[in-house]
């Protein structure tokens, strides 16, 4: 493994943010992932794991422990079923299986980082989300000081969350394995209408499972949520804000509001989550707070693109992404009584 010394961690996060790590591994093996783990727990040394820093906010002052970047590489495709190694690149991982004109994670391209990330948040977008394809996840067990191998089941899936985010010090994510589907070179079934409007088709139909990538990729882009090095709307974590779900309750106090405020015509987005609760929209909550595309007058601003990503403009720092994030929580709460919860996972700070 490659070990370094006070060593710089914002290259390694997608915000660019961040103070330096006291020693960082670099593992390219799954031993060497078990080995780095092991041996940070044994000696009670504070271990933070970094896959590909799309969803992660470090701290100015860094990670006093030991850093490990997971680098691990390996994709194996056997009919439908496709397995990745953590490390692997996810948006590369998706072209594969679109190159083999298979279906089922077509419109998660261009999300950003590594594959091992994807079920501890359980990513999703444009209508699908992993947890509908993945099998299993193979992970080092911490608190059994073992590898196992997790079903679907197992993960406890739910929107952006999971088992692993909800213990995040036990596992350590080493492969994901998934079942993708043979639909003759078709996507999955269109779920959202946005893809389905920029395809010309109706939701549930399916197109070329290319078109299917293409068109997300556009519709990212054009949202500042495929990484480019030249534009700091794409220095983010992508959306910083989980939609929030709201019980019977929650949600009619917070109609009142918007009726109070928007006036009695205006309906806020509203889907059903199941449980007598629904979901509505952050970057909807965001805009009508006040806090629209580009807000901001410092290093960090919202993205000119799209009111869910908060961005470093090239010379932040991590106080000054926070501070901006708290000025969003802060005034979507005062304007329908909403909390906004942050997506990214921080390390050594909190909203």
């Known amino acids: ?35 780095a783990v092991r041996e940070a727990d044994r000696s009670g040394t504070p271990l933070l794991v970094i896959g590909g820093g799309s969803n992660l906010v470090i701290g100015d002052k860094g990670f006093d422990g030991t850093a490990l970047r997971v680098a691990t590489r390996g994709l194996t495709l056997d009919g439908t079923r496709l397995e990745l190694a953590a490390g692997e690149v996810w948006t590369d991982a998706v072209a ?18 590594s594959a091992g990330a994807t079920p501890i948040q359980n990513v999703g977008a444009y209508g699908q989300e992993v ?25 406890d899936f739910s929107y952006r969350h999971s ?10 994510v ?18 959202y209408a946005e893809t389905a409007r920029a395809l010309g088709v109706e939701p549930g139909d399916r197109v070329p499972v290319a078109a299917a990538r293409e068109t997300v990729l556009a519709l990212r882009a054009g949202k500042g949520m495929v990484l480019d090095a030249d534009d700091h709307d794409t220095w983010s974590a992508g959306s910083f804000f989980t939609n929030p779900i709201l019980d019977d309750t929650a949600y009619a ?24 609760r629904t ?64 997506e990214p996972v921080t390390v050594g700070v909190s909203l």
């Open 1 to 35: 493994m490659q070990e370094l010394h006070d060593a710089p961690l914002a290259p390694l996060t997608t915000f660019r943010l961040g103070g330096p790590a006291t020693r960082l591994l670099t593992a390219t093996t799954d031993d060497d992932v078990v080995a």
């Open 96 to 113: 594969r299986t679109v190159e083999a004109g298979l279906a089922g994670v077509e419109c998660l391209a261009g999300i950003p980082g």
């Open 131 to 155: 947890a509908t394809t993945l099998t299993e996840v193979v992970a080092y067990d911490r608190r059994a000081d073992e590898v196992v191998t997790l079903s679907n089941a197992a993960c």
């Open 163 to 172: 088992r692993f985010k909800a213990h995040p010090d036990r596992f350590v």
């Open 174 to 191: 080493l492969r994901v394995r998934f079942e993708l589907e043979d639909a003759q070179g078709l996507s999955a079934p269109i779920r």
């Open 253 to 276: 106090a917070f109609l009142d509001r918007v009726r109070d405020r928007l006036g009695p015509d205006v309906a806020p987005p509203a889907y059903p989550a199941g449980d007598g």
């Open 279 to 342: 979901k509505t929209s952050a970057a909807w909550l965001i805009d009508r707070a006040g806090f629209t595309k580009g807000y901001g007058a410092g290093p960090a601003r919202i993205s000119t693109k799209h009111t869910l990503a908060l961005t470093n403009r090239g010379q932040a720092t991590t106080e000054d992404l926070l501070a901006l994030a708290r000025e969003v929580v802060a005034g979507v709460r005062d304007a329908f009584g909403v909390t906004l919860v942050n």
